[in-house]
Structure formats: C-alpha cells, structure tokens
C-alpha cells in the first residue's frame, strides 16, 4: 500500500522546530502517512494557506479568519502569549498615545501580532517588514517604532531599545486571557479518519519534545538565529508547552474573543466561525 503525502508546513524557528521534532527524527510512528516538512515564514504560510495548497500548516490566528472555509483548527499546536507576547518597542521613550500616527514596522498582515496592534492602537501607519528586519528598522530610525516577534522579544533591550509594550500583557489586562498567536490548521477535505490520523501523530510529536526536552531543544538550537542555549530554552517553553498539547476552554474561548474584537474593529471584515478538528 503506498503512503499518503501530507505536506507539514511551519517556520524555521526553534519553538516550531522543538514541536516538529519527534516527527521529523522518525520518533513517532507515522503509519502509513510520509511527512513532507516545508519550512517557512509564517506570512508566507498564512498566504499559502489562503491559496488551499498545504494539507497541514502552521498559521496566525488572525490568518484564520481568512481561511476557516477550508481548514479546521487542530486542537494542539498553539503558541498561546500567557502575559507575553509581541513587544511594541522604539529607539527612544515613548508611550501608548505617542504611537498614533506614527511609521510602525510590523511583520506581516495576516500576523496575529498585526492585529493584536490594531486593537491596541488603531491608528497608525504600517510598514510591513520581514520579522527578522524590524529591530533593524527601528535602530536605523525608518521607523519610529517596530513590533517584534520570535526571538526578538528576548533581545531587544541588549540592543538598546525600549519597551512600549507587550501585546500579551495588554490582552490579559484587557480580557484575563492569554493572547493567541499561532495554531496548526488542517484542511477540511481529507476526510475525518485521516484527520483524526494526522491529529494523534502531530500531538504525539509535541508530547514527545516536552517529554525528551535535551533532545528536542538540541534540534530546535538549528532554527534559535544566534540564541544562546539558554534563552532558546526559555523562548521554546514561552511557546511549547501545556497550551500546545491542547487550547482547553480558556484558549478556545481567547481565539473567539481575538476574533470577534479583530470583526468589531473593522480589522477582520466579517464574522468567523471558530472550529477545531476534534
């Protein structure tokens, strides 16, 4: 019997790395499935995804909103912000209402970070940038501030700059939740028993890393972009970890309130229907 191709998309970072890794060291026993991992940025992901061409990928949850006609969320695979999250930072000092009307580099405008920003401050003027660009941007003054994600969210102020603010923190004061960022999606027409087939693998992998965390990190240090060991550490356990296995309630209810507050800014222009592959 031949192997059915799932294509596995998520980005080079060492968090996606770390809960991939089981899976793409052949520690979990995948069937008669062959993954076929595809690294990417997440704005290139969530484009491809609006296109239908990945069975399986790493999405924003803004993103989702987009493409919830064709992909049902997988209930593990979350990078849940629980009081952290993207950081809003500039060269100088600034604060909440300097920020109106001012040049923010921002990664993306499918990025769930996007629009954490939009809620937070509406007004302001985008300059999408690469992710890996933005602390650069707002050094150099092309900016007056950046939004950072990934690493970045560690090592900003060894680089100087100053902390606006965290979107993470500003969402738990806002709505007591955490601030959901990321999540796998699988696409609706590959018919339940595969999907619940591909669902069991993809949460054994996470399990797997959390469990084999020397492992699993010595992987995951491949993707870490010139982290120490230690700081890869703590950025993979901001965003591996109890949420990733499973949302729970707390974490379905955080994407339908991300969602609906994204449709009552204008940001997202219509309703969402939240649904996971259970």
């Excluded at 629009?115 to 890996?132: C, G, S």
């Excluded at 619940?196 to 972009?225: C, F, P, Q």
């Amino acid at each position: 019997m031949s192997a059915t191709v799932i294509h596995l998309a998520h980005s080079p970072d060492s968090d996606d790395a770390f809960m991939f890794y089981a899976l793409a060291e052949g520690k979990v026993d995948a069937e008669d499935i062959e993954y076929v991992h595809e690294l990417q940025d997440i704005e290139t992901l969530n484009q491809r995804a609006m296109r239908g061409e990945l069975e399986v990928t790493a999405v924003s949850i803004h993103a989702y909103a987009y493409i919830s006609d064709r992909y049902e969320l997988l209930p593990h695979g979350a990078s849940m912000g629980d009081r952290y999250g993207p950081k809003l930072v500039s060269r100088s000092p600034m604060t909440r209402s300097d920020v109106r009307g001012k040049r923010v580099a921002v990664p993306g405008p499918l990025t769930s970070a996007y629009l954490a920003l939009r809620l937070y401050e509406p007004d302001f003027e985008p300059v999408f940038t690469p992710f890996d660009q933005i602390d650069d941007a707002v050094l150099k003054g092309d900016v007056d501030a950046g939004l950072l994600i990934h690493e970045g969210q560690l090592t900003y102020a060894a680089q100087g700059l100053h902390l606006i603010a965290d979107m993470g923190e500003w969402w738990f004061e806002e709505t007591g939740l955490p601030l959901p960022l990321g999540g796998n999606v699988i696409r609706k027409d590959l018919g339940e028993a595969l999907k619940r087939k591909v669902s069991r693998h993809l949460r054994a992998s996470i399990a797997y890393g959390l469990e084999h965390r020397t492992n699993a990190l010595d992987h995951a240090m491949r993707y870490a972009r010139g982290l120490e060991r230690s700081d890869a550490d703590t950025f993979v356990g901001m965003y591996v970890n109890d949420w990733t296995l499973d949302y729970g309630e707390r974490g379905r209810e955080a994407i339908r309130q991300f969602l609906a507050r994204g449709v009552e800014s204008g940001v997202i222009p219509k309703p969402v229907e939240v649904q996971f592959a259970d």
